[in-house]
């Protein structure tokens, strides 16, 4: 199982602080101080602690009880990372498909040296992807024909990045790279230019950006690698204000997108901190660290929040990989619930619960308002019984719908987790698909859009 890549960042001068260095780690040693020459302890051997957590079981005072799921909406357009734009906790209508409606090229595949980091966006006329390396692509959602395209990063310096994060406002696109720039681009042409008095603009924030912004109000919303959230002018990208998180040296590929609600800006780190901010000034409201005190290993014990923290009127859930999910009141900080689980997927809030893929490859079912576990599903290996990575879960109609490292699209039942169906995509899918009136887009590794 590929649970991604893990980095480590270095500023070579203060002044010069977009120069990282990045050591890609593909592989984890682990450094055994066992002597084979002697005999082993008596007794039976049971896993105590796997990765994120331990045996996942239903909590016994929910059983039986039923699940209710609110009818399923339309939605028009898919313009950020979920938890931006729709906060209304109902599934997505779509017309379910096992047969692709097109597919077209977007660009280069991910690979060990260049992931993509963004799912696509869409405004509803057009689908907006980046591939591995950053270009940019405008796809018709009737038919997939490209309507232009253009590269995020020059192509001197494209070795060894990642894909671009992308949030529409407006008729603005904004795209975060992976060298540490911030552009706003049209979102009919893809040109820089003079716009109502406004030129569209490039700016940089001095550290490589691996999340997708945030964009609301006057103001867009960034988060670099090394632990800072950055508030730039929707206007002219200049800084408004820059806040400083902790963070460690040692993370996962991605990050969270700063989640806006109201006010607040939620801000999260590779530490595991969690951040309530000012919108307006970037100032503190709380914060806290979302770990747990054991720490089994050098893997496990990656505290970093990579999953989008979702706002629920006043409450906050936050899950880190370092195996630890909680509730907050999004006002004053003091916790709701806690419960022992680790995930590097994005949640999804529908109704009154929460389901998540977590770091065992579970889905699980929780209520919103206790953290207890209602259902969970072990999710199906590859055809020789290994573990697959799993895109973070999207809801349609009454199903939970995901895609994993096999090309593999499964939907379970939102109400008891049962498999529904499943269907092939023939690659692997590394991005959460969108849906977007009344279908589905898979952005594959292979740098193909597919709509279902």
């Given at each position: 199982m590929e649970l991604g890549i893990f980095t480590m960042h270095f500023c070579r001068n203060k002044h010069h602080s977009k120069n990282y260095g990045l050591a890609v780690l593909t592989s984890i040693l682990l450094l055994s101080a066992c002597d084979p020459q002697k005999d082993p302890l008596p007794g039976d051997r049971k896993a105590y602690l796997s990765l994120g957590g331990g045996q996942l079981n239903a909590d016994s005072s929910l059983k039986g009880k039923a699940i209710t799921v609110p009818h399923?909406?339309?939605?028009?357009?898919?313009?950020?990372?979920?938890?931006?734009?729709?906060?209304?906790?109902?599934?997505?209508?779509?017309?379910?498909?096992?047969?692709?409606?097109?597919?077209?090229?977007?660009?280069?595949?991910?690979?060990?040296?260049?992931?993509?980091?963004?799912?696509?966006?869409?405004?509803?006329?057009?689908?907006?992807?980046?591939?591995?390396?950053?270009?940019?692509?405008?796809?018709?959602?009737?038919?997939?024909?490209?309507?232009?395209?253009?590269?995020?990063?020059?192509?001197?310096?494209?070795?060894?990045?990642?894909?671009?994060?992308?949030?529409?406002?407006?008729?603005?696109?904004?795209?975060?790279?992976?060298?540490?720039?911030?552009?706003?681009?049209?979102?009919?042409?893809?040109?820089?230019?003079?716009?109502?008095?406004?030129?569209?603009?490039?700016?940089?924030?001095?550290?490589?950006?691996?999340?997708?912004?945030?964009?609301?109000?006057?103001?867009?919303?960034?988060?670099?690698?090394?632990?800072?959230?950055?508030?730039?002018?929707?206007?002219?990208?200049?800084?408004?204000?820059?806040?400083?998180?902790?963070?460690?040296?040692?993370?996962?590929?991605?990050?969270?997108?700063?989640?806006?609600?109201?006010?607040?800006?939620?801000?999260?780190?590779?530490?595991?901190?969690?951040?309530?901010?000012?919108?307006?000034?970037?100032?503190?409201?709380?914060?806290?660290?979302i770990t747990t005190a054991l720490r089994t290993d050098s893997v496990s014990s990656i505290p970093h929040i990579v999953g989008n923290p979702i706002v629920d009127h006043s409450t906050l859930y936050v899950i880190s990989h370092g195996g630890r999910m909680a509730a907050f009141d999004l006002t004053t900080g003091l916790t709701v619930w806690q419960q022992d689980l680790g995930s590097v997927h994005s949640p999804v809030l529908i109704g009154n619960y929460i389901y998540i893929v977590d770091n065992n490859n579970n889905a699980v079912c929780l209520e919103k308002n206790s953290g207890k576990i209602v259902w969970v599903n072990k999710l199906p290996l590859s055809s020789e019984g290994k573990a697959l990575a799993w895109t973070s879960p999207i809801a349609v109609n009454d199903k939970l719908v995901m895609a994993n490292s096999a090309g593999k699209v499964l939907f379970l039942s939102l109400t008891k987790g049962e498999k529904v169906k499943e269907f092939d995509l023939k690659d692997g899918v590394s991005v959460s698909p969108i849906a977007v009136g009344g279908a589905l887009y898979f952005q594959l590794d292979s740098g193909t859009l597919v709509k279902y």
């Open positions: 399923a909406r339309n939605l028009d357009s898919f313009p950020q990372a979920l938890v931006n734009f729709d906060q209304g906790a109902t599934p997505i209508k779509i017309n379910e498909k096992t047969e692709s409606s097109w597919s077209v090229n977007i660009g280069t595949s991910a690979d060990n040296e260049h992931r993509l980091i963004s799912h696509p966006v869409s405004n509803g006329q057009f689908i907006y992807t980046s591939d591995a390396h950053g270009k940019i692509s405008a796809i018709n959602a009737a038919d997939g024909s490209v309507l232009w395209q253009f590269d995020s990063v020059p192509e001197e310096q494209q070795d060894n990045v990642f894909g671009a994060g992308l949030a529409i406002d407006g008729k603005t696109l904004f795209v975060a790279t992976a060298i540490g720039e911030v552009i706003a681009r049209d979102l009919t042409t893809g040109k820089m230019m003079w716009r109502t008095r406004e030129q569209l603009w490039r700016t940089s924030v001095d550290a490589p950006v691996r999340v997708m912004p945030a964009a609301k109000g006057d103001r867009v919303f960034v988060t670099t690698i090394d632990g800072r959230t950055v508030a730039l002018s929707k206007k002219d990208g200049k800084a408004l204000w820059t806040h400083h998180g902790l963070s460690e040296i040692s993370n996962i590929l991605g990050g969270a997108s700063p989640v806006v609600k109201d006010d607040h800006v939620v801000a999260s780190y590779s530490s595991g901190e969690v951040q309530v901010l000012r919108a307006d000034a970037g100032t503190s409201v709380w914060s806290e660290t």
